[in-house]
Nanobody, 115 residues
Framework: QVQLVESGGGLVQPGGSLRLSCAAS????????MGWYRQAPGNQRELVAD???????NYVDSVKGRFIIFRDNAKNTLYLRMNSLKPEDTAVYYC?????????WGQGTQVTVSS
């Protein structure tokens, strides 16, 4: 079984940076394409970025050039480096496989971008 635990969120001013981490339990992490998702108040959850098991990455247009998704398979950890943060990035951020599995959703980590 796989469990995912997100961390690294917080309150940051516009233009600031954060690095989110997703720690995975289980022995199959390296075989999965993974993604970061976010859900803002009143909005549906959206895919922000994904990375294949081989390291190929994709980003939603709104974060291209600002966010970087990467993984450390030896540590069973997925990361999202977020730079030049904007208020519209405010959301709860989740990791999951890509495509996501319903059973893998964790608590998420809150990112708030505000002055």
């Amino acid at each position: 079984q796989v469990q995912l635990v997100e961390s690294g969120g917080g309150l940051v001013q516009p233009g600031g940076s954060l690095r989110l981490s997703c720690a995975a339990s289980g022995s199959i992490f390296s075989s999965y394409a993974m993604g970061w998702y976010r859900q803002a108040p009143g909005n549906q959850r959206e895919l922000v970025a994904d990375i294949t098991s081989g390291g190929y990455t994709n980003y939603v247009d709104s974060v291209k050039g600002r966010f970087i998704i990467f993984r450390d398979n030896a540590k069973n950890t997925l990361y999202l480096r977020m730079n030049s943060l904007k208020p519209e990035d405010t959301a709860v951020y989740y990791c999951n496989s890509h495509p996501p599995r319903d059973a893998y959703w964790g608590q998420g980590t809150q990112v708030t971008v505000s002055s």
